[in-house]
Protein backbone atom coordinates (compact mmCIF):
# COMPACT_ATOMS: atom_id res chain seq x y z
CA UNK A 1 0.00 0.00 0.00
CA UNK A 2 2.66 2.26 0.99
CA UNK A 3 4.56 1.61 -2.12
CA UNK A 4 1.65 2.60 -4.33
CA UNK A 5 0.71 5.47 -2.47
CA UNK A 6 4.72 6.61 -2.80
CA UNK A 7 4.39 5.89 -6.83
CA UNK A 8 1.05 8.17 -6.96
CA UNK A 9 2.97 10.89 -5.23
CA UNK A 10 5.71 10.60 -7.77
CA UNK A 11 3.43 10.56 -10.89
CA UNK A 12 1.75 13.81 -9.69
CA UNK A 13 4.77 15.55 -9.20
CA UNK A 14 5.92 14.66 -12.80
CA UNK A 15 3.07 15.95 -14.02
CA UNK A 16 2.77 19.55 -12.22
CA UNK A 17 6.62 19.90 -12.42
CA UNK A 18 6.74 20.82 -16.47
CA UNK A 19 4.56 23.68 -16.05
CA UNK A 20 6.28 24.87 -13.14
CA UNK A 21 9.55 26.36 -15.16
CA UNK A 22 6.72 28.07 -17.60
CA UNK A 23 5.13 29.82 -14.85
CA UNK A 24 8.43 30.81 -12.95
CA UNK A 25 9.78 32.09 -16.17
CA UNK A 26 6.54 34.02 -17.25
CA UNK A 27 6.36 35.76 -13.38
CA UNK A 28 10.35 36.46 -14.13
CA UNK A 29 10.28 38.16 -18.06
CA UNK A 30 10.44 41.77 -17.33
CA UNK A 31 7.36 44.08 -18.63
CA UNK A 32 9.38 46.51 -20.75
CA UNK A 33 10.19 49.83 -18.34
CA UNK A 34 9.02 52.87 -20.20
CA UNK A 35 12.17 55.11 -19.18
CA UNK A 36 14.25 52.65 -21.58
CA UNK A 37 11.41 52.30 -24.49
CA UNK A 38 10.26 55.69 -24.54
CA UNK A 39 12.06 57.65 -27.57
CA UNK A 40 8.59 59.02 -28.75
CA UNK A 41 7.64 61.45 -25.95
CA UNK A 42 9.72 64.42 -27.42
CA UNK A 43 10.09 63.31 -31.51
CA UNK A 44 5.81 63.93 -31.35
CA UNK A 45 5.83 67.34 -30.17
CA UNK A 46 6.07 70.18 -32.83
CA UNK A 47 8.56 72.50 -30.43
CA UNK A 48 10.54 68.90 -29.36
CA UNK A 49 13.63 67.32 -30.80
CA UNK A 50 12.61 66.22 -34.33
CA UNK A 51 9.07 64.60 -35.81
CA UNK A 52 8.94 61.02 -36.61
CA UNK A 53 7.03 61.80 -39.90
CA UNK A 54 10.45 62.97 -41.53
CA UNK A 55 11.77 59.64 -41.81
CA UNK A 56 9.62 59.30 -44.28
CA UNK A 57 11.92 61.23 -46.44
CA UNK A 58 14.22 58.38 -45.97
CA UNK A 59 13.99 54.97 -47.44
CA UNK A 60 16.54 53.50 -44.89
CA UNK A 61 14.89 50.40 -43.76
CA UNK A 62 17.38 48.95 -41.10
CA UNK A 63 18.82 49.93 -38.04
CA UNK A 64 22.24 49.90 -38.56
CA UNK A 65 21.50 51.94 -41.91
CA UNK A 66 19.72 54.70 -40.29
CA UNK A 67 22.75 54.84 -37.69
CA UNK A 68 24.84 55.39 -40.31
CA UNK A 69 22.05 58.12 -41.67
CA UNK A 70 22.53 60.13 -38.42
CA UNK A 71 26.59 59.90 -38.35
CA UNK A 72 26.66 61.55 -41.99
CA UNK A 73 23.95 64.13 -40.88
CA UNK A 74 26.02 64.77 -37.82
CA UNK A 75 28.97 65.54 -39.79
CA UNK A 76 27.21 68.02 -41.74
CA UNK A 77 26.00 69.54 -38.66
CA UNK A 78 22.58 69.23 -39.04
CA UNK A 79 21.58 68.26 -35.44
CA UNK A 80 17.61 68.11 -36.35
CA UNK A 81 18.00 65.43 -38.98
CA UNK A 82 20.27 63.12 -37.39
CA UNK A 83 18.23 62.76 -34.26
CA UNK A 84 15.40 61.76 -36.67
CA UNK A 85 17.49 59.13 -37.99
CA UNK A 86 19.01 57.96 -35.05
CA UNK A 87 15.96 58.09 -32.61
CA UNK A 88 13.75 55.48 -35.53
CA UNK A 89 17.40 53.29 -35.39
CA UNK A 90 16.68 53.36 -31.31
CA UNK A 91 13.28 52.43 -31.86
CA UNK A 92 14.41 49.57 -34.13
CA UNK A 93 16.80 48.19 -31.67
CA UNK A 94 16.29 49.54 -27.84
CA UNK A 95 18.38 47.44 -26.75
CA UNK A 96 21.76 48.55 -28.09
CA UNK A 97 24.19 50.80 -25.93
CA UNK A 98 26.11 52.17 -29.56
CA UNK A 99 22.97 53.39 -31.01
CA UNK A 100 21.65 54.76 -27.11
CA UNK A 101 25.16 56.47 -26.77
CA UNK A 102 24.66 58.37 -30.32
CA UNK A 103 21.69 59.34 -29.92
CA UNK A 104 22.59 60.74 -26.24
CA UNK A 105 25.62 62.67 -27.79
CA UNK A 106 23.32 63.91 -30.66
CA UNK A 107 20.18 65.25 -27.95
CA UNK A 108 22.82 66.70 -25.70
CA UNK A 109 24.03 68.51 -28.71
CA UNK A 110 20.74 69.79 -28.91
CA UNK A 111 20.40 71.04 -25.31
CA UNK A 112 23.76 72.53 -25.12
CA UNK A 113 23.02 74.54 -28.03
CA UNK A 114 19.96 76.10 -26.74
CA UNK A 115 20.36 79.45 -24.50
CA UNK A 116 21.13 78.40 -21.11
CA UNK A 117 17.98 80.21 -19.82
CA UNK A 118 16.04 78.92 -22.69
CA UNK A 119 16.75 75.26 -22.10
CA UNK A 120 13.80 72.75 -22.84
CA UNK A 121 13.44 70.95 -19.09
CA UNK A 122 11.50 68.05 -21.88
CA UNK A 123 14.20 67.27 -23.38
CA UNK A 124 16.84 67.82 -20.15
CA UNK A 125 14.51 64.79 -18.77
CA UNK A 126 14.64 63.26 -22.00
CA UNK A 127 18.05 63.33 -21.99
CA UNK A 128 18.93 61.89 -18.22
CA UNK A 129 17.25 59.05 -19.38
CA UNK A 130 19.30 58.20 -22.14
CA UNK A 131 22.45 58.53 -20.48
CA UNK A 132 20.85 56.20 -17.36
CA UNK A 133 20.17 53.55 -20.36
CA UNK A 134 24.00 54.16 -21.17
CA UNK A 135 25.09 53.99 -17.29
CA UNK A 136 22.95 50.62 -16.14
CA UNK A 137 21.97 48.93 -19.00
CA UNK A 138 25.41 48.84 -21.25
CA UNK A 139 27.02 45.50 -21.20
CA UNK A 140 30.70 47.19 -21.14
CA UNK A 141 32.03 48.87 -18.19
CA UNK A 142 33.56 51.93 -20.08
CA UNK A 143 30.24 52.60 -21.85
CA UNK A 144 28.65 52.02 -17.96
CA UNK A 145 31.49 54.93 -16.90
CA UNK A 146 30.44 56.59 -20.39
CA UNK A 147 26.93 57.49 -19.30
CA UNK A 148 27.88 57.47 -15.41
CA UNK A 149 30.18 60.48 -16.05
CA UNK A 150 27.75 62.83 -18.40
CA UNK A 151 25.08 62.14 -15.51
CA UNK A 152 27.01 63.90 -13.21
CA UNK A 153 27.82 66.36 -15.53
CA UNK A 154 24.20 67.08 -16.31
CA UNK A 155 22.58 66.58 -12.55
CA UNK A 156 25.52 66.51 -10.39
CA UNK A 157 24.89 63.05 -9.40
CA UNK A 158 24.69 59.33 -10.14
CA UNK A 159 22.70 56.50 -9.14
CA UNK A 160 23.64 54.58 -5.71
CA UNK A 161 24.59 51.08 -5.81
CA UNK A 162 21.65 48.53 -6.26
CA UNK A 163 18.95 52.11 -6.46
CA UNK A 164 16.50 51.28 -8.96
CA UNK A 165 16.16 53.65 -12.22
CA UNK A 166 12.69 55.53 -11.16
CA UNK A 167 14.24 56.04 -7.71
CA UNK A 168 17.16 58.13 -9.47
CA UNK A 169 14.64 59.35 -12.12
CA UNK A 170 12.22 60.83 -9.09
CA UNK A 171 15.75 62.96 -7.23
CA UNK A 172 16.85 64.27 -10.29
CA UNK A 173 14.26 65.55 -13.08
CA UNK A 174 12.94 68.74 -12.94
CA UNK A 175 9.14 69.89 -13.75
CA UNK A 176 8.97 70.13 -17.25
CA UNK A 177 5.81 73.36 -17.08
CA UNK A 178 8.93 75.50 -17.01
CA UNK A 179 9.01 76.60 -13.24
CA UNK A 180 12.37 75.25 -12.76
CA UNK A 181 15.11 76.24 -15.09
CA UNK A 182 17.46 73.63 -16.16
CA UNK A 183 20.33 73.94 -14.54
CA UNK A 184 23.67 71.51 -14.71
CA UNK A 185 25.79 69.50 -12.87
CA UNK A 186 26.36 71.41 -9.56
CA UNK A 187 24.07 74.01 -9.86
CA UNK A 188 21.50 70.92 -10.56
CA UNK A 189 21.62 70.14 -7.29
CA UNK A 190 22.12 73.13 -5.36
CA UNK A 191 18.45 74.14 -7.07
CA UNK A 192 16.84 70.57 -6.06
CA UNK A 193 18.04 71.21 -2.66
CA UNK A 194 16.67 74.61 -2.54
CA UNK A 195 13.23 73.48 -4.15
CA UNK A 196 12.72 70.64 -1.29
CA UNK A 197 13.67 73.12 1.42
CA UNK A 198 11.15 75.82 0.00
CA UNK A 199 8.50 72.59 0.20
CA UNK A 200 9.34 71.74 3.41
CA UNK A 201 9.37 74.79 4.87
CA UNK A 202 5.66 74.74 2.93
CA UNK A 203 4.85 71.41 5.02
CA UNK A 204 5.67 73.22 8.05
CA UNK A 205 3.22 75.70 7.40
CA UNK A 206 0.45 73.66 6.74
CA UNK A 207 1.19 71.42 10.41
Not at 33 to 48: L, P
Not at 114 to 131: A, M, V
Not at 160 to 185: C, N, Q, Y
Request: hydrophobic share 45%; charged share 30%; proline share 5%.
Amino acid sequence: MLSKFLMSISAALLVAMPALPVLAAEEAEEKPEDWIMDTSGIGQDRNGVIRNDQILEMGVPTASALQMEGESSLRMGNVDRALVAIQRSIELAPMDADKRILYAETLEKKLMAQKSKERDPRLYNFLIKQWLFVAMKSDFPDQQMQGRAHLGSLTGTAPKMFEKPHKFLARVLIPEDGSMPVKMGGDAVKKRVAVKSKDEREMEKLD
